[in-house]
Structures are given as structure tokens and as C-alpha cells.
């Protein structure tokens, strides 16, 4: 382990040292930059998707009044300004002028009234965010580039959740659009979904089934300097194991997230044609309890019902589970443990989460107490003494995701030394959101959270949330009322103490087994330069430039 780990570390001063011989002389417009997509697109809206892949693409199209800098500082996007009253309740924003959509209409304020007030006010939409503006209580334009947020009290996170990507009035309002009648209600299956129309830096070109997806510079673009890439193109890969392939065939530019087992052998081999990034992953993986009673009834009946309703057995499952091998067998001991929502590196970390030790003697104990029976020569447990009921699951996970299918095994040999049997399910990933995760039909899930800045979990945690982002219709009404308070108040150290308790207590009370962030490395083509590494990730993609040599 430390040779393996030495030997990286070593492999990634020598690039870096190459990186820098080889810097030319300065920006260049147009080329092409190839990266890999591992699953499908649901579509292309940022009110309505919940899912990376799309996130991914919108982030190029799309753009908010405000952005992060590499430091998680915010700063300007189509707000070059704003301003806020003493009492925390009143928000306005001043918009840059002259910004166009990709169609050529203006930018306005109505388009930023019309993108938070219908996720906001609006009883037909649709889409999982209603929750981040339901202290908005009014909006008021003042003019065509003046806009003016009213909340109903102080709202922590209202800076973050105001960096969400605005979508044209023109296109989706039915009461305005020329073009098309679609119903609020019926938002999901808009046409301009999948033909997105922004005011970011790149344009939506077309999506090849199974082949790829590609976006291009956008020459109207309203920020200076203008993206110097000429085009984008995602080209879809069957899983990660594909993509690594294809980056050492030289088919595809940039790849983020290359697995431990390969990362050794890719550093040494693509040197001399590659730069490599390094960072800690805002993104952690969990194992999901289900808390909902029918994925149950046809497995264990409505005597039984759900069985995570037992805190004994969320419990057990966490002690039976070694999470720290898993990171030493996946990640090669490249990733960090987590004990609750909140990361290590957030200014609301807890050092007093609870942990849960690998331990199948505690795990056993909880397993009796709570009457799951382990009867002499079975190798499962069953529900009761007089019930032969195995204490069995099925498990789901996306496919071509190999760190999660990975998971899924070693958590079903974990279990099995406890007596509970796992039953593996890997689908395609917009076929584990559409039909189990959005619906909430799973009984176990291993799938991971993407995490800001702030640490505003209202969305994820909060029983109003079930049904949206809360799929495992977790409830618990201190959690409620700490997310409440957390979101209320705008002094960060009373923020901080709030958010701190919250961890702590999911943290016991375990809606999820918290598994781990990783140390991610991302290569890089040496040809694409200017990148710039942050707390988030590799950052001002727009000031990115292909040098051709």
C-alpha cells in the first residue's frame, strides 16, 4: 500500500514537473476536447434533472446569477451585482446587459422571475427543487435588469440556491411562448428539454444515440474573454473501464475519476502526453435504507412491513459493513471515511458524529435483540423463531459504475457472515432513477450525493423532501426542525452549531450507511491548458485553450 501510493505520488510530481516545461506562449481559439460519459442524459433542464449526466452537459449551457470561484467564493455570473437589506429579507440582483440567449432574444429579468417563480410559487411544477425557495415570497422586477428577492425570513442558503441556472421565459412559459404549449404540468416532456437553449458559453449541437454528445463555442457569448475551445464532445462509454481504455488509445482527451486499480499503470504510461490533477472528491457514496412499506409486502408481508424501520438493524448493518476495507480494496486507501452528510472539508463539520466500528459480534447482538433469529445450522436468519422468513434484500446500483457494483459485493459478503442475504440488482442508470429511485422502489440503494459549498441538506433529509431528492422517505422530526433552523438563520456560527447537531444525530439515527469520499485524479491531455485545480474540482473550463503543437 505505501509503495503503491509513493510510486503515484511520484508519477504525479514527474508530470507535473513536464507540465510545466511545456507551457506555450498564450490562449488559442478553436480545437476539440474529447471527454468520456458513462451513462445516459435525462434530459437537458435544470429545474427538472436530478441526475449527474445531465448536470454535467448543463453546466456548459446554462448559467446562474452567481457561480463559485475555485476558492467557494461566490462571485458575479449574469449578476455583476446585489445588494441586501439589514434584515436579511430583501435580495436584489443587478444583471449584465447585453447577454442573449443562444437564439439571439434578450436576457432579462423576466426570465429570472420566471425560472424561480414557477419552481418556486407555481403548484404545477413538477420538477425536486421547490424546496430551495420555499422562503421566497415575492419577486419583484424592478426593471429589465434590476430584480428584487422578498423572503418571508432569513435564509442561509438563499446565496447558494441563487447560483441556479436560469431557463428562457420564451421557451417554456406557455403564456408567452410563440413556439410551443406546453403546461407547466407537462414540463418534463418539453421538447426544448432535449434542443436546450441557454445564455452560458457553450451551444447544444446534437446528441448521437450511443455515440456521442457535442456542444460548440458560443461566438455571441457575453463574458470576455469568449471560450477559446471550439468544441465539446461527450462520447458515451459503456462503463469506467471503457473510458480508461479509450484515454490511453488517445480517443478521448479528459478523463476525471480514473480508478485506483488502473491509476499506477496510466500516470507512467501517459507522462509524456498527459497532465494529471489531483483533489478530494465533494462527492460521497452511501448505502440507502428504504423506509417505505411496499418494496416490502411481497417479500415479507404486511404482518412484518418494513424491517429498516428498526433502528437495531440499520445499526447492525453498519456494523457488519467494513467500510474501511472498502476504501483500502476499491479506492487502494485513496479516499476519506464518512460518518454523516457533512464532509471533513465543510466549514459545519462535526467531530463528534458517531462512528461505527467493523464489528460483527455488535452486529450479531443488535440482530438478536431485535428478534432476527439465527437458528442452528442456517447459515440466514429469519424473522421470528417460528417463521421461516429469510432476512433477505435486493440491493440496487447503476451498472458500468464498477466502485458501486464493487460495493454491492463486498457489502453482500459483509452481510452474509450476520445472516442476511443480498440480492445484487445492477441496471442502467436512467432505468435505476425512473424506475426505482424516482418511485422510490428499492430497498436498498448504493448511489452517492454531490455536495456544495453550503451545507443546506433540506432537500435530501427533510420529510417535506419525500417523494423528490428524500427517496427513502426518511422522516424524523428533530432533523426537520434543525434543517429548518439551519436554512433560517444567516449568523454562520449559529448555522454551524445547528448543522453540527444535524450531523450527529443522522449520524445515530442512520438513514444511510455513510461509506466514503474519494482522492480523485483526473488526466488531462497536455494540449488543453490554462486549467485551473480548486476545492471543487478542475474550474474556469471557459478559460481553457487547446495549444496545437
Not at 17 to 27: E, I, L
Not at 220 to 240: H, M
Not at 306 to 323: G, K, L, S, T
Not at 496 to 518: G, N
Request: overall charge negative; proline content about 5%; aromatic content about 12%.
Amino acid at each position: 500500500m505505501l509503495k503503491r501510493s509513493l510510486v503515484v505520488m511520484m508519477a504525479l510530481a514527474l508530470v507535473a514537473t513536464f507540465a510545466v516545461s511545456c507551457q506555450p506562449d498564450g490562449p488559442q481559439a478553436g480545437g476539440l476536447l474529447t471527454r468520456a460519459m458513462i451513462g445516459n442524459p435525462s434530459l437537458f433542464n435544470p429545474t427538472l434533472s436530478s441526475d449527474t449526466a445531465s448536470s454535467d452537459i448543463e453546466g456548459f449551457i446554462f448559467e446562474g446569477l452567481v457561480r463559485y470561484d475555485e476558492n467557494m467564493q461566490r462571485v458575479g455570473a449574469l449578476a455583476h451585482d446585489w445588494e441586501i437589506s439589514e434584515d436579511n429579507l430583501e435580495w436584489t440582483f443587478f444583471l449584465e446587459e447585453d447577454v442573449t440567449w443562444h437564439d439571439g432574444e434578450p436576457f432579462t429579468a423576466a426570465d429570472v422571475e420566471f425560472t424561480i417563480g414557477t419552481t418556486a410559487f407555481d403548484e404545477d411544477y413538477p420538477g425536486p427543487r421547490a424546496s430551495m425557495f420555499d422562503l421566497v415570497e415575492d419577486i419583484v422586477v424592478v426593471d429589465d435588469y434590476t430584480i428584487t428577492f422578498i423572503l418571508s425570513e432569513p435564509f442561509g442558503p438563499f446565496m447558494n440556491n441563487i447560483g441556479f441556472n436560469i431557463i428562457p421565459q420564451h421557451i417554456y412559459d406557455p403564456e408567452v411562448s410563440e413556439e410551443y404549449d406546453v403546461p407547466i404540468e407537462e414540463m418534463f416532456e418539453h421538447p426544448a428539454n432535449w434542443e436546450p437553449i441557454g445564455t452560458g458559453p457553450y451551444v447544444y449541437g446534437e446528441w448521437v444515440e450511443g455515440e456521442y454528445i457535442d456542444l460548440h463555442r458560443n461566438e455571441d457569448y457575453w463574458n470576455a474573454p469568449k471560450p477559446y475551445i471550439e468544441t465539446l464532445l461527450f462520447r458515451f462509454v459503456e462503463d469506467l473501464a471503457t473510458a480508461v481504455a479509450s484515454l490511453e488509445a488517445g480517443e478521448i482527451d479528459m478523463l476525471a475519476g480514473i480508478p485506483d486499480d488502473d491509476l499506477t499503470r496510466v500516470v507512467m504510461d501517459l507522462q509524456d502526453t498527459h497532465n494529471f490533477y489531483e483533489y478530494q472528491e465533494l462527492v460521497y457514496d452511501y448505502i440507502g435504507f428504504q423506509f417505505r412499506e411496499e418494496p416490502f409486502l411481497d417479500h415479507y408481508g404486511e404482518d412484518i412491513g418494513n424491517p429498516f424501520h428498526d433502528e437495531r438493524v440499520r445499526q447492525a448493518f453498519a456494523h457488519a459493513i467494513d467500510r474501511e476495507a472498502f476504501i483500502e480494496d476499491i479506492l487502494h486507501g485513496r479516499g476519506t471515511l464518512m460518518n454523516s452528510h457533512i464532509p471533513p472539508n465543510s466549514w459545519a463539520y462535526s467531530e463528534d458524529v458517531h462512528e461505527y466500528e467493523f464489528n460483527p459480534d455488535i452486529a450479531n447482538d443488535l440482530l438478536e435483540e431485535a428478534g432476527r433469529i439465527l437458528r442452528d445450522g442456517d447459515d440466514y436468519r429469519t424473522w421470528h423463531e417460528d417463521e421461516n422468513i429469510r432476512l433477505e434484500f435486493d440491493i440496487h446500483t447503476n451498472s458500468g459504475n464498477d466502485r458501486r457494483e464493487q460495493i454491492t459485493v463486498l457489502a453482500q459478503q459483509d452481510l452474509a457472515e450476520i445472516g442476511v442475504r443480498l440480492n445484487l440488482e445492477w441496471v442502467e442508470w436512467s432505468t435505476l432513477l425512473n424506475n426505482y429511485v424516482d418511485p422510490a422502489n428499492y430497498q436498498l440503494l448504493v448511489i452517492g450525493w454531490s455536495l456544495g459549498a453550503d451545507p443546506d441538506a433540506y432537500s435530501i433529509f427533510h420529510s417535506d423532501a419525500t417523494g423528490m431528492l428524500n427517496s427513502g422517505h426518511y422522516s424524523n422530526e428533530r432533523v426537520d426542525e434543525l434543517l429548518i433552523k439551519g436554512r433560517t438563520t444567516v449568523d454562520i456560527d449559529e448555522r454551524r452549531e445547528y448543522y453540527q447537531e444535524f450531523a450527529e444525530l443522522l449520524s445515530e439515527d442512520l438513514p444511510y450507511i455513510f461509506l466514503f469520499t474519494r482522492d480523485i485524479t483526473t488526466a488531462v491531455d497536455e494540449k488543453v491548458r490554462d486549467i485551473t485545480i480548486g476545492a471543487l474540482g478542475l474550474w474556469w473550463f471557459d478559460q481553457w485553450y487547446i495549444a496545437e503543437e
